[in-house]
């Protein structure tokens, strides 16, 4: 999603560190969406879209 947004300007990296840490998790909003109606606002894509936009990290 990432080279979609920024083609070109995204390097990947591949972290083979093994981690049983956050690197390993996904949200799963099964449950939200089930007890709570809950549906995300922003896509994946629009959400880096922003970041990448907003964060003064991403910016050259």
Do not use: H, W
Not at 3 to 32: F, Q, W
Not at 40 to 57: A, I, M, N, W
């Amino acid at each position: 999603a990432v080279t979609e947004i920024v083609p070109g300007k995204a390097e990947v990296i591949y972290n083979p560190r093994v981690s049983g840490g956050v690197s390993k998790m996904c949200a799963d909003l099964t449950l939200a969406k089930k007890k709570l109606g809950y549906q995300p606002s922003v896509s994946l894509e629009e959400g880096l879209r922003l970041t990448l936009e907003k964060d003064p990290r991403f910016t050259e």
